[in-house]
């Protein structure tokens, strides 16, 4: 579970679209880190408190992501990546138009 609140924390800076890529390939990752599942299980204790954690680490990470692009998606991780989606084609448009 130090894992999880280390990335909540270091992942929720964000001041780049490098680092909000990043954060959002993090979200990802958290949303199937450890769940509980064919051939992971622990005792109900654990499972909640990781559980607990694995949404408050997404939630941290999107509040990042809210102040850096001032969309309001909360933790919503398929949300996030269809943002990084559309944002990397404008990104990518961007930067066609600037080198003509």
Not at 7 to 23: C, D, V
Not at 51 to 56: L, P, T, V
């Amino acid at each position: 579970m130090k894992s999880l609140a280390v990335w909540a924390e270091e992942e929720s800076h964000i001041a780049t679209w490098e680092q909000a890529t990043h954060a959002v390939d993090v979200m990802t990752y958290v949303s199937h880190y450890y769940v509980p599942g064919e051939g992971y299980r622990s005792d109900s204790q654990t499972e909640r408190a990781l559980e607990a954690q694995r949404q408050k680490t997404l939630q941290t990470i999107g509040r990042g992501l809210e102040e850096y692009s001032g969309e309001h998606l909360g933790a919503d991780v398929g949300a996030w990546e269809e943002w990084r989606r559309r944002s990397a084609e404008g990104v990518s448009t961007q930067a066609t138009t600037r080198a003509k």
